[in-house]
């Protein structure tokens, strides 16, 4: 199982732009990069998943270079309720029959200030 | 979306009893359920993989006698605490794991998570 490892918190401000940016060496052909959302007291909540390059859905973007040993998360113009722990998992997530478990680094503890 | 429901959401109990956590799939059928617990301040660590139909899977210096799975059907998977100690107090989380649908990846949704308090 690959390894991540990323900053253990982070400040920014509203309206800001914030990149969290997680290592993951030892990333495997078949994995796939998985950044999760997760509130106190909350189950964490997938934000945005890719395998290569550029992947940018409503909520974020996330930049992988070719060789796949880093991500970054983009959050654009963060508000107060972005406040929250951000994990960054790396695993085989091809469907058939996939029973590979996810196993949590620390996280990126995010603190939006206004 | 997959919806994850998990059940109760907090549950207070004496030491020495049961507890039951409950999660279901509510859109999607889960052959793969897993089981998480979080303790404060700290990041979810898996407990155990429960597939339907067998056995589960625990990780190591998980006590299964103490922690037991059921996983009956494609949208139900249950935790009971058995003898519950103060020091199980603690947040459990499930997942379950979309085998289906459209692409070549899959996603984790979790629950909500259970806040256990052992008094």
């Known amino acids: 199982l690959a390894k991540t490892t990323q900053p253990i918190s982070m400040d920014s401000y509203e309206g800001q732009e914030v990149n969290i940016t997680c290592s993951h060496n030892?990333?495997?052909?078949?994995?796939?990069i998985t950044w999760y959302q997760q509130f106190p007291s909350q189950g964490p909540r997938f934000i945005i998943q890719?395998?290569?390059t550029k992947v940018t859905n409503e909520v974020a973007s996330l930049f992988i270079p070719a060789d796949r040993k880093s991500s970054t998360l983009s959050l654009p113009r963060v508000s107060l309720s972005d406040t929250a722990v951000y994990y960054c998992?790396?695993?085989?997530?091809?469907?058939?029959?996939?029973?590979?478990?996810?196993?949590f680094g620390q996280g990126t503890t995010l603190q939006v200030k206004p | 979306g997959a919806v994850v429901s998990q059940h109760p959401s907090w549950v207070i109990c004496k030491s020495g009893t049961s507890v039951k956590i409950e999660c279901r799939s509510l859109?999607?059928?889960?052959?793969?359920m897993f089981w998480y617990r979080q303790f404060p301040k700290q990041s979810l660590m898996l407990m155990a993989t429960?597939?339907?139909?067998?056995?589960?899977?625990?990780e190591q210096g998980v006590e299964k006698d103490k922690f037991l799975i059921n996983h009956a059907s494609l949208t139900l998977s249950t935790l009971t605490v058995t003898s519950a100690h103060p020091e199980d107090s603690s947040f459990y989380i499930c997942?379950?794991?979309?085998?289906?649908?459209?692409?070549?990846?899959?996603?984790?949704?979790f629950g909500s998570g259970t806040r256990l308090t052992v008094v």
């Open positions: 859109d999607f059928q889960a052959t793969t």
């Open positions: 890719g395998y290569k």
């Open positions: 997942s379950a794991r979309d085998h289906g649908g459209a692409g070549p990846n899959m996603l984790d949704t």
């Open positions: 429960s597939n339907e139909g067998s056995k589960a899977t625990y």
């Open positions: 998992l790396v695993g085989d997530q091809a469907r058939s029959g996939n029973t590979g478990k996810l196993i």
């Open positions: 030892n990333i495997a052909t078949n994995d796939y």
